[in-house]
């Protein structure tokens, strides 16, 4: 197991890696240019990594982390109503923007760089994308169930869906002014939130 210097280190590198990578780009950047983030040598690197594309892999396995937990904040059994489940889209959404609102390099490397690097790294990303698929199903699927969400709705496909456009977002938000990011999420989760809304509730239902 790494000591807490260890892990300390390997964070550092990490996050040197992410600004080098939106920097230059991850084919452009090399490990002198990560090194030299850090005044530390070559060797020190490869004590903790095999190589860029071992800190690349490290890195999205931490986006992927954090994206993950924001799921995992609500409860997926927990709305009895429309209203209650319009609350838990939007704290969804909120926490999801405010994620990459603050820290667009690993936007840019799940969406732009890791992809076309190396086949285990989009493979990894592939189950990603479908395992938050499915933990937003779970949430489709107590709506049916709830009677607030419409008994027809397809979860599995709906989910994807859903994915699709909060991804749409982030990848807008890549190439959008800092000072507008703010404004540009809270419209997309607003929207995004409408869109299910009005898509997929019941016309029974009251709310």
């Given at each position: 197991?790494?000591?807490?210097?260890?892990?300390?280190?390997?964070?550092?590198?990490?996050?040197?890696?992410?600004?080098?990578?939106?920097?230059?780009?991850?084919?452009?950047?090399?490990?002198?240019d990560i090194a030299g983030h850090l005044s530390i040598g070559h060797g020190t690197v490869y004590l903790y990594f095999k190589n860029?594309?071992?800190?690349?892999?490290?890195?999205?396995?931490?986006?992927?982390?954090?994206?993950?937990?924001i799921v995992l904040l609500e409860r997926p059994d927990k709305a009895r109503s429309l209203k209650e489940f319009e609350g838990q889209?939007?704290?969804?959404?909120?926490?999801?923007?405010?994620?990459?609102?603050?820290?667009?390099?690993?936007?840019?490397?799940?969406?732009?760089?890791?992809?076309?690097?190396?086949?285990?790294?989009?493979?990894?990303?592939?189950?990603?994308?479908?395992?938050?698929?499915?933990?937003?199903?779970?949430?489709?699927?107590?709506?049916?169930?709830?009677?607030?969400?419409?008994?027809?709705?397809?979860?599995?496909?709906?989910?994807?869906?859903?994915?699709?456009m909060m991804y749409e977002a982030i990848r807008q938000g890549i190439r959008t002014n800092p000072d507008d990011l703010e404004s540009?999420?809270?419209?997309?989760?607003?929207?995004?939130?409408?869109?299910?809304?009005?898509?997929?509730?019941?016309?029974?239902?009251?709310?």
């Open positions: 197991m790494p000591s807490p210097r260890g892990k300390k280190r390997r964070a550092e590198i990490i996050e040197a890696a992410l600004h080098i990578f939106a920097e230059k780009g991850y084919h452009a950047a090399g490990i002198a860029k594309e071992d800190i690349l892999d490290t890195a999205v396995r931490r986006v992927i982390r954090d994206m993950t937990s889209i939007l704290r969804i959404g909120s926490a999801f923007f405010e994620l990459f609102r603050k820290d667009l390099r690993g936007a840019r490397i799940i969406l732009e760089e890791a992809p076309a690097v190396a086949d285990r790294i989009r493979k990894r990303l592939a189950r990603a994308s479908d395992h938050t698929a499915h933990l937003a199903e779970r949430f489709l699927i107590h709506g049916k169930n709830q009677g607030y969400l419409d008994k027809d709705l397809d979860t599995a496909i709906a989910s994807r869906a859903v994915n699709a540009l999420f809270l419209r997309w989760n607003r929207t995004v939130c409408d869109i299910m809304l009005s898509g997929m509730r019941t016309d029974l239902d009251p709310s």
